[in-house]
């Protein structure tokens, strides 16, 4: 880690003290910073604290065409409650073309789910990087979703340069649950991401980038 991102780290050691000052210094940084989302439970904090600061900030949604009904609906409620300027990437098959050859989505322990999850996730992310250049990657990645995401730092760097920026890793589900209570947002509990199946599973994409 270079000297500048061990001091911001270091400066941001508590970020769930001050999420909104990391967004405020990250898009300083940068002139083409987006914001990733899948519309998970508690995504609309992340969505609403960078909207706030930079309103027309794209979203951009990988939309793996797996989702479930209420995420769907929870999607389009908090795209028009925070006019969000979304930008999806969807895969190059649509899902009723992949399974009319392939058959339905490949269990965890199927050898097929690495290229399943390449396919559907992880080609679409790489085509945004390709297409939108991004200088600033803000993400909801939270410490306590996984093992892997407990020792990541707010603010990092991937092989490209781009800046990636994690307001919300210290933050507990409950401090999240206040949030969109203190806010009005709507919030989403019938989630499924079929490239991870398990909640503490990671599919690849941010131990990638």
């Known amino acids: ?18 999420p909104q000052g990391l967004i405020e210094w990250a898009l300083a940084q940068g002139a083409r910073p987006i914001c990733t989302t899948n519309f ?9 604290m960078v909207s706030q600061v930079r309103p ?16 769907y609906q929870f999607a389009d409620a908090v795209i028009k409650q925070l006019n969000l300027n979304i930008v999806s990437f969807v895969p190059q098959r649509t899902r009723a073309h992949r399974e009319a050859l392939e058959g339905a989505m490949p269990g ?16 679409p992310f790489e085509r945004a ?39 919300l890793l210290q933050w507990s589900a409950k401090e999240m649950y206040q949030y969109l209570q203190a806010h009005h947002l709507p919030n989403n509990f019938d989630y499924f991401d079929p490239t991870k199946v398990e909640d503490k599973r990671e599919c690849g994409l941010h131990l990638q980038h």
Do not use: C
């Open 1 to 18: 880690m270079s000297s500048e991102l061990e001091a911001i780290n270091n400066e941001f050691a508590n970020s769930a003290k001050n």
């Open 40 to 48: 998970r439970p508690f995504e609309a904090v992340i969505l609403h």
């Open 56 to 71: 027309d900030i794209p979203i951009v949604w990988m939309d793996s065409g797996y989702n479930t009904e209420a995420t």
């Open 108 to 123: 965890i322990d199927d050898p097929r789910h690495a290229a399943f999850t390449q396919e559907v996730k992880i080609e």
């Open 129 to 167: 990087l390709r297409q939108m250049q991004p200088d600033v990657w803000f993400t909801a990645l939270r410490a306590e979703d996984t093992p892997e995401r407990a020792k990541m730092q707010p603010v990092s760097r991937n092989s490209d340069g781009l800046l990636k920026v994690a307001p």
